[in-house]
């Protein structure tokens, strides 16, 4: 499903900066002829905020929204089990990764034959994955836009991650993908200026890793795993993330689980022993 955050993001990719400012001036023009220098107030106003804010937040005087959610840390992704507890073998289990992109090549755009509906089709099938998402073997997705591709109208990708390549196939062959798949070819040819492409990536247990520092859950670290509490005998999701600061999951070969993390040692250089 396509938040807020993503709609905004996609809607002020469809122009470029000189054509929304082009508009921000007709907008303010036709204000200026209705209301006179009265109309100054609103933008010299809106900007003056956004200024003060900036600067109370960057002397921290005002908390900042940017921050939120943020580990002030260097962290990993690995798989808990049911009961929560995440064992002494980092990379202990398969995962499948699903890149999904779609773009428009039309000079209309997102108002282009068979946007709407390409981008209905893929809502119906995020909610279907959100909704049933441990039979549908899914643990989580992110959501990208593309820079630099283009100035306007770059390309949407979402990343998905499956605990198996046998859940990618089984929820491709299911009713809500199938739908929009047949609907796809079925009118594929009418839309010629529509891109759809997709990647997957099979990762086996020791051979996928990660690290963040200073981040909020993202990719990866911003799956959900299901568990059973031992407290309660009640259904529960764990989160992947661990402190990556010492042990195995210090270094790239030892979230592997190919080495026991000490062959930066050597370096005596770790920034990451006493931060927090």
Known sequence: MVSAADFKAI??????????????????????????????????????????DAFLQAQGLKPNPHMEGVIKNKFSAQFPSEDGQYGNKPANGEVCVLLLGFKSNHPMQMLAPGFKETGDHFNNMMVELQAHKEENGLLGTTSWIGLGERTTANE??????????????????????????????????????????????????????????????????????????EETGEEVWHSPIVDARKGLLKTSAGRMSRSQGDEHDKYNDDPYGNYA
């Open 156 to 229: 949407v990708m979402t990343t998905f991650y499956f605990r198996s390549l046998e859940d990618v196939h089984n929820f491709a062959n299911g009713k809500v993908h199938r739908d929009g798949w047949n609907w796809w070819n079925k009118n594929v040819h009418k839309h010629p200026h529509l891109t759809i492409w997709h990647e997957v990536f099979r990762a086996t247990s020791g051979n996928w890793e990660s690290i963040y520092v200073n981040s909020p859950p993202t990719s990866l670290s911003a799956t959900a795993f299901k568990g059973i509490s």
């Open 11 to 52: 809607l002020r990719d469809q122009l470029s900066l000189s054509s929304w400012l082009a508009l921000g001036a007709i907008v303010q023009g036709l204000l200026f002829l209705v209301l006179g220098r009265v109309a100054l107030i609103l933008p010299i106003t809106l900007v003056g905020w956004r200024v003060l």
